[in-house]
Structures are given as structure tokens and as C-alpha cells.
């Protein structure tokens, strides 16, 4: 077969949606089949792209802008994938070429949009959900990550059950590990001074989903001694964050990191006292997984997602209820037996995730 992989709805490759599609991506070039393999991608990155040669790439001229994008994925893609004579598009960001109908196969995510919309951007919101649910509708099958976000598109978005296939995320392994001390020293000096005190740490998106808010109002209750480390793009978010830390007078304990490399986000996430990720919605639950392959114990929400792709190897809490959180970060920071416990357990236990394994889940369901 030939199978195009559509790339345009990616801002980025190795953030959020993009990491999936990069792992993946990755993942399928260490895999033996016969199929061919045409990758559509903004022209901005296009030439940054390190594939083997079981893929061939093709440079899509658009904008910047993700509306820009969104067009072009609408209205030139199709015609780009008729020229390649494509059997089927995987899409990797919720949204396909709805024109080309049911050959496409994409992967949605989340439905956050609809549980946690966003009001100041919301003609976006509007024109997104629409596509989503034309592409839903359109598309032969539909891919999502968790068994989780499977019965919220099925609800939300009016799907047939036997539509919607699973795949499993991976984590890279060889990239989230332990590095060595001399490797991390001056990276932490660097980002976060000389003090050498010990900091919790949160990864992601600055969205009201990820729940910054009630997690700086329980790091202030816990009376955790060190720091809170805030890594993750910045978002209209921001604003309600930078004004909860000083309401809170945490100026002085609260980082705001902004986007890192892998290579840095690795090497201060190695050597957080623990890993906190209290999100109030989630269509899986990737980053505690990456956290537990760096060592670290991880406190993290009860919502079912996260539970199903950590199972019990996670300090869990009620991300609406602060004093949850508080009590939460403060039996990890003071019971050194448990924290190590979850530290232990974690390594162990995410060495079930691989992104090879969820490539040849992917390839199955474009087979069958």
C-alpha cells in the first residue's frame, strides 16, 4: 500500500501531538513491511525531517499560522495526495482532508475541545470542532489512544464503536533515562540557579485543563520547601498563572520555563524531588510515564485515563480538590520509603511502553 502520513496539522515535531507523530514516525522506519511510506509536512520543516529511505517527504507550501495550515490541509493536500496516488492519509492531528473521504484514517487524540473549551478563542474552537467532526464522519477508521478517549468520541462526536481503534503510546527509552550527574549540573545551575534546593516539576501545556491554578495553591498549602518548576508552552494561560504566583507570594519558589528541548527538559526532569501533573482532562497520560522512566515518583489526578495508562505506580489525587494535592505533595516530600516505592515501581513498570509495539498496532488496523 501506499500510505501518506499527513503532518500539517503540526506546529512543531517532539510537543505534545507532535512527539506523538514523531515517535511514531520514527517507530515505523525501524519496522520491516513492504508498504511506501509519503510523508506531507509544512515546507518550514520539511528539510529537518531525518527518515531513512522507506519514506519519501513532500514539502507542502502554507503559512505559518495553524489556520493557514488548516486550509492548505484542506484544500491542496487532497490534491497532493490523488498526484502520490495514496491508498490511504493517516492524519496525526485530529483533523484529515475530509475530500479524500474514506481513505482517510486519523488519529483524534482528545476531545478536550469539548469538554474544556477554550472562550477566547472561540471562532478556532468552532472551525476545529467542525472539522473534527467531518473527519470523523468521513473517515473509514479512527484511531485515538486510550480506551478512554475511545467512548468520549464515540459520545461526542456521534461515532460507531467498531469505528474507533486503539493504539497504545510508547516512550522513548533511550531518550527518557537517568543521565548522569556531571551531564545535569550545569543545566540545573543554568535554569535554575545555585541554590540547590529541591523542586517539584509539571510538563505541559499552559491550557486551564492542566490545572495550574489549583496546583500552585496546594504547593503553597503543602509548605514544600524548595521550588515548583513550570515547563510548557505559553498560552493565553499565562496571564492568570503569573497573577496566582504573586497573589500567592510565591514569586521566589514558582520557575516559569516556558518550551524546552528534550535534551534540557530531560536533564531537569531527572532530578525533580518528584513529578506532579494534576490535569483535569487527558486523553491519555504520556508525560508521567516519561517521568517515570527518568526515575521519578510521580503524583498525578485519578481520572481514568491516567489510570489506565499508569495502573497503580502513581501517588494519586482529586485534581478539583486542592487539599488532595496539598496532602498529596506532602506525604511524597516527607515519606522517603513511598516516594522511593513509586521511583522503583515506575522504572519497572513503563518498560511496557514502546512506540514500536504502537507502530505496528497502526499498521494492523491500515492493513485490515
Known amino acids: 500500500m501506499k500510505i501518506g502520513i499527513n503532518l500539517m496539522g503540526e506546529p512543531r515535531l517532539r510537543a505534545g501531538t507532535g512527539r506523538f507523530a514523531y515517535e511514531l514516525i520514527d517507530a515505523i522506519s525501524r519496522i520491516e513491511n513492504e508498504h511506501t511510506w509519503i510523508i506531507f509536512c509544512p515546507s518550514a520543516y520539511a528539510n529537518s525531517?531525518?527518515?531513512?529511505?522507506?519514506?519519501?517527504?513532500?514539502?507542502?507550501?502554507?503559512?505559518?499560522?495553524?489556520?493557514?495550515?488548516?486550509?492548505?490541509?484542506?484544500?491542496?493536500?487532497?490534491?497532493?495526495?490523488?498526484?502520490?496516488?495514496?491508498?490511504y492519509m493517516f492524519s496525526t492531528n485530529n483533523i484529515a482532508p475530509v475530500l479524500l473521504g474514506r481513505k482517510n484514517c486519523p488519529a483524534i487524540l482528545d476531545t478536550a475541545r469539548w469538554r474544556f473549551p477554550n472562550p477566547s478563542k472561540r471562532l478556532n474552537e468552532l472551525v476545529v470542532k467542525l472539522f473534527v467532526r467531518l473527519t470523523a464522519k468521513a473517515s473509514s477508521k479512527i484511531v485515538t489512544i486510550s480506551d478512554f478517549s475511545k467512548s468520549e468520541i464515540i459520545d461526542?462526536?456521534?461515532?460507531?464503536?467498531?469505528?474507533?481503534?486503539?493504539?497504545?503510546?510508547?516512550?522513548?527509552?533511550?531518550?527518557?533515562?537517568?543521565?548522569?550527574?556531571?551531564?545535569v549540573q550545569d543545566t540545573i545551575e543554568n535554569f535554575l540557579g545555585e541554590e540547590n534546593l529541591p523542586y517539584l516539576m509539571i510538563h505541559s501545556s499552559l491550557q486551564a485543563r492542566k490545572n495550574h491554578l489549583r496546583l500552585l495553591r496546594a504547593f503553597k498549602k503543602s509548605g514544600f520547601p524548595g521550588k515548583l518548576v513550570i515547563v510548557g508552552k505559553e498560552s493565553d494561560q499565562l496571564k492568570p498563572i503569573v497573577s496566582e504566583i504573586s497573589r500567592l507570594k510565591l514569586n521566589e519558589k514558582v520557575l516559569l520555563l516556558g518550551f524546552l528541548d528534550d535534551d534540557v527538559l530531560i536533564q531537569i526532569l531527572s532530578k525533580c524531588f518528584f513529578y506532579v501533573f494534576p490535569s483535569l482532562y487527558e486523553g491519555a497520560g504520556l508525560t508521567p510515564l516519561e517521568a517515570m522512566a527518568c526515575g521519578r515518583a510521580v503524583l498525578a489526578s485519578n481520572i481514568p485515563p491516567i489510570k489506565e495508562y499508569c495502573n497503580n505506580n502513581f501517588y494519586a489525587v482529586n485534581p478539583n480538590n486542592v487539599n488532595s494535592i496539598a496532602e498529596g505533595i506532602k506525604m511524597l516530600y516527607t515519606n522517603d520509603n513511598l516516594r522511593a516505592d513509586f521511583e522503583k515501581r515506575g522504572r519497572e513498570f513503563v518498560k511496557k511502553y514502546d512506540w514500536t509495539k504502537t507502530a505496528k498496532q497502526l499498521i494492523d488496523i491500515l492493513e485490515k
Open 156 to 183: 461526542l462526536l456521534g461515532v460507531e464503536a467498531e469505528k474507533v481503534q486503539v493504539i497504545t503510546l510508547g516512550v522513548n527509552l533511550e531518550r527518557f533515562r537517568c543521565p548522569r550527574s556531571d551531564e
Open 49 to 87: 525531517l531525518k527518515l531513512n529511505e522507506k519514506f519519501t517527504v513532500v514539502s507542502v507550501q502554507c503559512g505559518e499560522s495553524t489556520i493557514s495550515r488548516r486550509i492548505t490541509e484542506q484544500v491542496v493536500l487532497p490534491f497532493k495526495a490523488r498526484q502520490h496516488s495514496i491508498d
